[in-house]
């Protein structure tokens, strides 16, 4: 509501050593224009999307952004990335920065990189092409495979079949209940951390399985723009301070206060980022969706099956409550 004020009364301070891309760069530097940083910001994002935390990005540091609504502490380089390249972040800090803030980035996410080889095998597909890169599943797929449904049952497999990652017993499963769980969160992340990333293919050779299959009803594909979603994230337990107890007052309103037609407006960032629950194994394709879920009771309990929950978490889904809100009247 009166954020804005807090975001200027705090410009002043900074981390000592300075962070890139977290503190602003000294007023001598010179400042790349805003449409390079724009363009530099989302190859590094995109980058960042398909990596996963190792030692390196583990390592503790003490990081305070002062340019964002609350000024949210960092405890990792993980952390502080995820927050840089948070998209909200950058609308913070004004899209200023130097070229040596992004070339600092670009070394670390390539050391991260080469701690996670690529398969050989998996760069080139089967009919010679290359295929394409992506994190997971567009929000189109997810709700085309929600809306079908089995004209007759019959079985998919004709041999006894286990998914093997989950050990999971699929032999008696139809076309449906495989696709279904081909595509869920928690198979899609286990396959994530044995293969690194997906080829856009595969989701692809699904969604034409399913649009040819006689043994489903039909169904129109949805109507909305298409994103890939997010939420496919390793369940990292280990180091949970500071916990969180409850929502305060003031978050209270502000989960009240959100307007619908500015959740629609951010559609993207909210689908890339919290497109999915990794706890609940659940996407979350449709936007408005997303708030009701994250501060659900019964999402807080099933992230207590594996670890208390975390300020930094939910202080992350806030951002974006703070993004939406209605306009002051
Ligand atoms: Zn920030
Ligand atoms: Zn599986
Ligand atoms: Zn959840």
Redesign the pocket.
């Known amino acids: 509501m009166h954020h804005h004020v807090e975001i200027t009364s705090s410009m002043a301070s900074s981390d000592s050593p300075r962070v890139p891309l977290?503190d602003l760069p000294q007023p001598f530097d010179t400042k790349i224009s805003r449409d390079r940083f724009k363009l530099v910001y989302n190859g590094n994002r995109e980058l960042l999307s398909i990596l996963k935390p190792c030692e390196i990005t583990e390592k503790h540091v003490d990081v305070t952004?002062h340019?964002?609504p609350g000024s949210?502490k960092f405890a990792t380089v993980w952390e502080t990335m995820q927050?840089?390249f948070?998209e909200?972040?950058a609308q913070?800090?004004n899209y200023i920065g130097t070229s040596k803030d992004f070339f600092h980035y670009k070394l670390l996410l390539k050391r991260v990189l080469v701690k996670q080889p690529l398969p050989g095998k998996t760069t080139v597909l089967e009919n010679g092409e290359t295929g394409k890169y992506c994190r997971g599943p567009t929000n189109r797929q997810i709700l085309f495979i929600q809306s079908l449904r089995v004209r007759e049952d019959v079985k998919f497999f004709e041999k006894p079949m286990k998914c093997l990652l989950c050990q999971l017993d699929m032999s008696n499963f139809s076309i449906l209940d495989v696709a279904r769980h081909a595509f869920s969160i928690k198979h899609l992340e286990k396959a994530l951390s044995r293969c690194n990333m997906f080829f856009v293919e595969e989701f692809e050779w699904w969604m034409e399985k399913l649009k040819t299959s006689s043994n489903l009803i039909p169904s129109e594909p949805s109507e909305s723009a298409e994103y890939y979603v997010g939420g496919l994230k390793t369940i990292i337990g280990n180091r949970y301070i500071p916990v969180f107890e409850k929502l305060t007052e003031k978050e209270l309103n502000l989960i009240s206060n959100v307007d619908e037609q500015k959740v629609r407006e951010n559609e993207e960032v909210l689908l890339r980022r919290f497109g999915g629950c990794i706890y609940c194994d659940l996407w979350i394709p449709t936007p408005t969706d997303i708030f009701p879920h994250f501060f659900s009771e019964q999402h807080f309990e099933k992230v207590r099956e594996h670890h208390p929950v975390k300020q930094f978490d939910v202080d992350d889904v806030m951002s974006l409550v703070k993004l939406c809100q209605k306009s002051d009247c």
Do not use: A, D, G, K
Request: glycine share 0%; aromatic share 0%.
């Open positions: 977290i952004c340019h964002c949210p927050h840089v948070n909200i972040h913070n800090i």
